[in-house]
DNA sequence: ACTTTAAACAGGAATCATTCTTAATTATGA
DNA sequence: TCATAATTAAGAATGATTCCTGTTTAAAGT
């Protein structure tokens, strides 16, 4: 249950790709590729920015993360590969996962309706996180 | 009916702003800044891009305009300000409306499964648009 | 209409996330 | 072990967007 990571793809496993995949399965929230370069530098002082880059791009176009379009600047890479839904605070931009069920019959519902051939939809949620909503009292600053 | 849009905002009216906001209200797709600069330039030969960026900020900030994040490298901004959800097409990158009612109840659903306090959500659909089926079969790129 | 003045403007520089280039290193498989 | 194709570090390049500066303009009073 440990390695099904690189099972069964044709993906050359690198020093840098294996620590990238390892650390981001450790995280519940969702990184973008800044935070994972100063997550994986601690292990692989020497990677550059670039690496982890590329090696993000490369594990989600192999299915093993998940690229996320949130509304900040940054892309985020989620370990979680079965599809799904996220929210994010809008203070701290913190993003996470949510446990809501797929709503699998909307694509089709749309396809119905309009002239597009519906291939996939997302669903952003946008709030805010425990920590901000305590912090909300005090009247700090908006991050995102 | 016709010029409801600057009533009762505290917005000045300017030459670059009052053209912005007609030209993407006589369109249904939702065109990027820079499809916005060519569309207004013809108009105001002189206007800026940095205007344009400015302006399409400064309305959407007074919910004249949705400023929309798709699954491209640009923002997209759309005249009609009522919610809804959109689509874009992955190959030629157009972006226009859903006739889908809105999931209103979703946000409660999360926020009783979160700790998150839940403002809002997003739907964007992705698929191919007429045009682009037809092209699938000759085998052009992809742009998006 | 004329004046004032804060806001908006054009033009171009700056920023920031991301991608690309290159020469050196490394993983894979014969 | 060797060949070689992929990967890497470092930094340059790119592209969307924002910011800066000196000039212009809209709004609100005279």
Do not use: W
């Amino acid at each position: 249950m440990k390695n099904l990571l690189y099972t069964g793809k044709k993906i050359k496993k690198t020093r840098a790709r294996t620590v990238i995949l390892e650390e981001i399965n450790k995280i519940k929230s969702h990184p973008t590729a800044y935070e994972m370069f100063k997550i994986v530098k601690q292990r692989l002082p020497r990677v550059s920015l670039g690496t982890v880059y590329r090696n993000l791009d490369i594990l989600s176009e192999h299915g093993l993360v998940l690229k996320l379009k949130m509304n900040d600047a940054q892309m985020h890479y989620d370990g979680r590969t079965d599809e799904h839904y996220h929210i994010q605070c809008v203070k701290c931009g913190k993003t996470e996962d949510i446990p809501l069920e797929m709503l699998n019959n909307i694509d089709t519902a749309v396809q119905d309706k309009t002239a597009y051939r519906v291939l996939y939809h997302t669903i952003s949620f946008y709030g805010l996180c425990t920590e901000c909503t305590e912090e909300d009292v005090t009247g700090k600053g908006n991050k995102v």
